[in-house]
C-alpha cells in the first residue's frame, strides 16, 4: 500500500514538471515566432523601400518638362511641378528649377519638385488708368506685367492726361484680361479739343447713344450733352433714338468739337411735333408736311 502511494505521488510530480515544461516550449515558439516575424517584416520593407539604394538625380534644368519626366523615369523617380512662372528668357514649358539638385543622391521613387515656365501665357486684368499721366500709367501698366510699345494723341483739353488703352487697334476696358507681355498703346489727350484739321458732322438721327457716341469718335467728334424726352432706366435705354442734334449733319467742324443731342421713344411724333412747331411759328410761309422722316427739311432738327 505504502509503495502504491508513492507511485501516485512520483507520477503528479512528473506530471507537473512535464506541464511546465510544455508551457516553457509553447512560450519559447511564440517569441521565436515573433523574431522570424519581425525579421521578415524588416526584410520586406527594406525590399519594397530600396532601404540603401539611391540613384543620382538627373539634371533636368533646361528640358521640356514632358522630357524630364521621361528622364526622370528611366532612373525610378518622379516629377511634381510646383509652381509656374512666366518669362521670355526661355522656351515656354521648360524646367527653371529642380529639387534635390541634379548629381545629388535620392532614393528611388523619391519626387523631384521642379519650376516650370509656364505653356501659355498669364492673363492680366487691365488696370484702370484712365486721367493719370502717361508717366504714371506707364509705370502701372508695365508694373502689372504689359508693356507698353506707343502713345496715340487724340483731341482732349489737357496735354499728356491719359483717356484710353488699345491693343491691337481695339479698345480696351478697365478690368478687360490680355495676355502678361501684351504691347498697349496708350491714348492720351493732345491738349486742346480740336483745332488740327476740319471734319464733317455726321448724321445721328435715329440712332441709340452708344450708336451715336460711336460714329461720332469715328469722324473725330466727341459727344456733347444729351437729353432723354422722359424718364430713362437701364433696362430701356436702348430703345431711346436721336431725333435732334447740333451741329446738324454735314456742318463743318474741327475735330474734337462736340455735338449735343436728344433722344426719345419715338422719333417720327417728336419730328411731326418739330414740323408742327414751325408751321405755327411761320404761318405765313407756306410749308409741305413731311410723309417721312426722310422729308423732314434739315433745319426742322433744332434744340
Sequence with gaps: MHDFFNR??????????????????????????VVLLVILLYGWLNLYTDHGVEVEVPNIKGMMID?????????????????????????????IEQTPVAMS????????YVVMNAKCK?????????????????????????????????????????????????????????????????????????????????DLLGKTLEEAKAILEANELTLGAYEFDEPVTDD???????????????????????????LTRNVERKLQDIYETRSAEESKEEIAQPDTIDQLNEDDRWF
Design 236 to 262: 430701356n435705354m436702348g430703345k431711346f433714338k436721336v431725333y435732334t442734334q447740333s451741329p446738324l449733319k454735314g456742318s463743318d467742324a474741327i475735330d474734337g468739337d462736340e455735338v449735343m443731342i436728344m
Design 67 to 95: 522630357e524630364a519626366e521621361t528622364l526622370a523615369e528611366s532612373v525610378g523617380l518622379e516629377i511634381k511641378v510646383i509652381d509656374s512662372v512666366y518669362t521670355t528668357k526661355v522656351p515656354r514649358g521648360i524646367v
Design 105 to 112: 543622391r535620392a532614393k528611388r521613387h523619391r519626387l523631384i
Design 122 to 202: 498669364r492673363r492680366i486684368p487691365v488696370p484702370d488708368v484712365t486721367l493719370l499721366s502717361y508717366r504714371q500709367a506707364t509705370a502701372t501698366i508695365e508694373a502689372m506685367g504689359l508693356r507698353v510699345t506707343n502713345m496715340v494723341y487724340q483731341p482732349y483739353e489737357h496735354r499728356d492726361i491719359v483717356i484710353g488703352l488699345s491693343l491691337n487697334g481695339r479698345k480696351l476696358s478697365p478690368g478687360e484680361r490680355v495676355e502678361e507681355g501684351s504691347s498697349i498703346v496708350l491714348i492720351v489727350g493732345s491738349g486742346n479739343k480740336g483745332g488740327t484739321h476740319a471734319v464733317k458732322v455726321p
Design 8 to 33: 501516485i505521488m512520483k507520477f503528479k510530480a512528473f506530471q507537473t514538471k512535464s506541464k511546465t515544461l510544455f508551457v516553457c516550449i509553447n512560450v519559447f515558439m511564440a517569441i521565436l515566432a
